[in-house]
């Protein structure tokens, strides 16, 4: 643990903490990819299959808990409320999510650490993760219309992994034989999926008007 570590988790959580805000007191998923959730759900779902068998320390259990059960209830919460799934945008949410599952799985299988099955669904989870955000990138270029709340999760999401790849760059020049290129490179790309709405997050914070990103 370090504080750039600690510092990723925590901006990890509060854009959980303020989608759930979005979802729990207005009562809307407007502008939040469906999509992009239900991939969320299966990426923690198959990162933490060692959550009751490998026990790290009690903030990492809690951690990984709170990860799972906000990431489902907010796919619940999209898929089955009766008045937040009036507002999902269906129409514009059409992203092929399940065509880019598979290639990950195939490079799961491929590229791993250990080809044990928790090994492979770990690696299958690091790459799923670095391009889980497309579909909501796709919808909020489709739609233009970008609320605060929704533009605040999705930068602090991406907030989290600058803040994780910081944290390599620290335990690969402070420990000895910290060396992960999975996490590394997946890292990476997903960052680089981010750097269009950061530059336009930014311009619109810097000039104090309504984000919008370019169709």
Not at 28 to 33: L, M
Not at 95 to 101: E, K, L, M, N, Y
Not at 133 to 145: D, K
């Amino acid at each position: 643990m370090n504080l750039f570590r600690l510092a990723g988790d925590m901006t990890h959580l509060v854009s959980v903490v303020v989608l759930l805000l979005k979802i729990h007191t207005i009562k809307s998923c407007a502008g939040i990819s469906l999509k992009t959730q239900e991939l969320y759900a299966l990426v923690f779902a198959a990162r933490y299959l060692d959550l009751f068998v490998h026990f790290v320390s009690l903030y990492n259990t809690v951690m990984k808990l709170v990860f799972l059960a906000s990431s489902f209830s907010i796919v619940w919460y999209m898929r089955k409320h009766k008045i937040v799934r009036r507002t999902y945008d269906r129409e514009h949410d059409t992203f092929r999510h399940h065509f880019i599952v598979l290639p990950c799985l195939v490079l799961a299988l491929l590229i791993n650490e250990r080809f044990t099955f928790r090994e492979v669904m770990w690696a299958f989870s690091i790459y799923l993760e670095a391009v889980a955000i497309l579909p909501q990138l796709v919808l909020l270029q489709r739609t233009r219309n970008i609320d605060n709340l929704t533009g605040q999760y999705v930068f602090f999401l991406g907030a989290y992994r600058v803040l994780y790849i910081l944290n390599w760059i620290y335990r690969y020049f402070t420990e000895p034989h910290f060396v992960h290129w999975i996490s590394w490179i997946a890292g990476i790309v997903q960052t680089m999926l981010y750097a269009d709405f950061f530059y336009y997050y930014i311009i619109s914070w810097k000039n104090n008007v309504k984000l919008e990103l370019p169709a």
